[in-house]
């Protein structure tokens, strides 16, 4: 395992329009050592045609393929097992980092011996250049703050696999707020990263675009994933809310 390489997981399905950009936003980080690990979860446009070109470009980049298309939980899952760094981060098809957002990631880590980062992003649906506000991070959060609502972009990730070394996305929706839960479960906390450096792409078939469906599922994580009582999955179902208007109507 790499000392302090990144793996960078990035899942990938019929991404031909947007990929370009993902890849471009790892390979200008100033900081350098990592490996882009791209899952193939059987596209059927060029997408495959446009990373077999940068896989010329820069070795750094590799292809994994699923056998049947399985969903970006499972194309993360071999991802991740298929990794060889240090550090765990996720970014998909469509979004982008700023350029110091791994090197700024790294340092925060090391310097507070942290195992589980995350850090404030933006989200955009056109261009880039015209994004909405800051989503902002909590400086540290805990199994039972988590549960009152998700800010942790997973674009925005890292995690050190030396101390947390059980990472896996279940198939089932929010399955990477699934995953945080199980980490922060187990006595671990993810500390926040105040520092803007990525950029979600929000579209019309985002499935974070569906706010009733959302709830529904936050739900079900509650009762079916998480075995909450009724009690509490209400108490945290309130907090959610509240924190998801306020995270939506925040200037």
């Not at 395992?1 to 950009?21: C, L, Q, R, T, W």
């Not at 791209?38 to 896989?55: A, G, P």
């Not at 709830?215 to 994580?221: A, F, L, R, S």
């Not at 509650?222 to 925040?250: A, D, P, V």
Request: charged share 25%; hydrophobic share 35%; with cysteine.
């Amino acid at each position: 395992m790499g000392n302090n390489m990144v793996s960078i997981i990035m899942p990938m399905y019929n991404a031909e329009k947007f990929i370009a950009d993902s890849i471009e936003s790892v390979i200008r980080q100033t900081y350098t050592d990592w490996e882009l690990i791209i899952i193939n979860d059987c596209s059927n446009d060029k997408s495959l045609d446009i990373v077999e070109r940068y896989i010329q470009q820069d070795k750094r980049i590799k292809l994994s393929s699923l056998k049947k298309n399985s969903g970006v939980a499972q194309a993360r899952n071999k991802g991740i097992d298929s990794s060889c760094g240090r550090y765990i981060s996720f970014l998909d098809s469509d979004d982008i980092w700023l350029e110091d957002k791994l090197e700024k990631q790294i340092t925060f880590m090391q310097i507070k011996n942290i195992a589980f980062s995350y850090t404030q992003y933006r989200q955009f649906s056109n261009s880039v250049k015209n994004c909405g506000k800051l989503i902002d991070v909590y400086p540290k959060i805990d199994y039972q703050t988590l549960l009152k609502g998700n800010n942790i972009g997973c674009l925005s990730v890292m995690i050190d696999k030396t101390i947390i070394n059980e990472i896996y996305m279940p198939s089932e929706r929010h399955e990477d707020y699934i995953c945080w839960l199980n980490i922060l479960k187990k006595g671990f906390c993810a500390y926040g990263l105040k520092e803007d450096l990525a950029r979600y792409r929000v579209s019309a078939e985002s499935l974070s675009g569906n706010k009733f469906k959302s709830m529904m599922w936050t739900w079900t994580v509650y009762r079916k994933n998480q075995n909450l009582s009724l009690i509490k999955s209400c108490y945290y179902f309130c907090h959610y809310i509240i924190n998801g208007l306020r995270k939506h109507t925040k200037e």
